[in-house]
């Protein structure tokens, strides 16, 4: 989305323009939990910038993060670095398709795994269920519509139905297990059925959790809901600021199979990458309970008020939330489909009307209008927010 704003520096939780001073409530698209240039990003550079930026060899930052993210993610034993979370999704693909020898793969509507031809989909009309009446999110990549077997999110019934048919066929189940387009509490039935189901028929099962991935409580959503999926993708938060992907498998998945699966990138496992994501890593699993209790806290705060605000206002609008990822939503119902959220939300107009109205009130908020509570920010920021939030809502909405 086009706004007039050109960011000259950042701070904690605030964005510069020049002399404008704005608050980040997108802050990198949730990847920056400890907000901007924040002291051990800056200090983990400082101690890795004269030593070098990349040697294209295996490097002691990447081995030493390997070993932390083993201790807490201790189901798996690999750990592939890339740059971004599409990196690491296309490699989790990629592994899937080898290790199955099946090119078709199941995908949930309305998820979004990143800037990779094979899963961008255009999910504003997501009732339909057949890929061939969805549009591909770009020109130039219809081509990978055929390997696509679509998944209504939350509708355990329907899945059902379609995966009966289809099983034979899948090389895994992607799913984004919390969608950052719709945050969802109830959307744990639906990953313990696909979970269940997965098992039952052999497919395997990858969880996206690029934006989940650290924000949440017990660092993912498999852990929370003591899940077994297959594959794991990370990116964002496990950064501290620089670019990451991180693909995660079991070798157990291989069955004893030697297969050749080759990935290639110039700069993956990078030694500054690896360098600031490892000290982040370390420094929230050290403060971790501290962390969670901050951004929960805010964001049960923002979330309670706004809703109780437009019960007695009788608004049409809500914010649905998972732990910090929160979500303008614009009707009073409790939406678990992206294809219902758009019912209410054409277009995205409103979203892109509150977004606008937002920057003028020098707030920033995610292109996909998301909001992400994170470590940097505080009780008076939260205030900030719900006033204008309240100002806009007693104006825009029924
Ligand atoms: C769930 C999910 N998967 C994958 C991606 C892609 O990550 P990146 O933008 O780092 O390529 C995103 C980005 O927002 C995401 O939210």
Request: aromatic share 12%.
């Amino acid at each position: 989305m086009k706004n007039n704003l050109v960011i000259t520096r950042a701070k904690n939780q605030f964005l510069y323009d020049g002399k404008r001073k704005i608050l980040d409530f997108s802050l990198s698209s949730g990847a920056l939990i400890l907000g901007h240039t924040n002291s051990i990003f800056l200090n983990s550079l400082k101690r890795q910038i004269n030593k070098g930026s990349n040697y294209s060899n295996t490097n002691i930052n990447e081995v030493k993060f390997t070993k932390s993210l083993k201790e807490t993610f201790h189901e798996f034993n690999n750990f592939i670095f890339s740059n971004s979370g599409s990196e690491a999704n296309m490699r989790a693909l990629r592994i899937a398709r080898s290790i199955t020898g099946k090119e078709k793969f199941g995908m949930v509507n309305g998820s979004w795994h990143g800037a990779i031809d094979n899963m961008m989909f255009d999910f504003k009309n997501t009732k339909y269920l057949d890929i061939n009446k969805i549009r591909s999110l770009s020109s130039g990549i219809n081509y990978a519509k055929k390997n696509v077997i679509l998944l209504p999110y939350n509708n355990i019934e329907k899945s059902k139905e379609i995966l009966d048919k289809n099983y034979r066929k899948i090389s895994v189940i992607a799913i984004e297990p919390i969608q950052c387009g719709v945050p969802n509490k109830i959307t744990k039935d639906y990953l313990i059925f696909l979970n269940n189901y997965c098992k039952k028929k052999k497919i395997l099962l990858w969880f996206d959790e690029v934006i989940t991935g650290i924000r949440v409580k017990k660092f993912a959503i498999y852990k929370q809901l003591k899940l077994k999926p297959d594959m794991v993708t990370f990116a964002k938060c496990f950064g501290g600021g620089m670019p990451i992907g991180i693909t995660l498998f079991n070798s157990k998945i291989l069955k004893n199979k030697k297969k050749k699966i080759f990935f290639g990138g110039t700069f993956s496992g990078n030694p500054i990458s690896t360098k600031v994501g490892l000290d982040t890593f370390n420094y929230i699993k050290k403060y971790k309970k501290r962390i969670d209790k901050h951004i929960n806290d805010l964001s049960n705060m923002l979330v309670n008020e706004i809703n109780s605000f437009c019960n007695i206002h009788n608004k049409e609008f809500k914010l649905q939330s998972y732990e910090t990822i929160v979500r303008p939503i614009f009707t009073s119902k409790n939406i678990n489909n992206k294809f219902f959220r758009e019912k209410f939300d054409p277009y995205f107009k409103n979203s892109l009307n509150l977004k606008n109205y937002l920057i003028k009130k020098n707030i920033f908020i995610s292109s996909n209008c998301a909001f992400f509570i994170s470590y940097c920010h505080n009780v008076n920021d939260i205030n900030n927010l719900i006033n204008e939030l309240k100002k806009f809502i007693l104006k825009n909405c029924n």
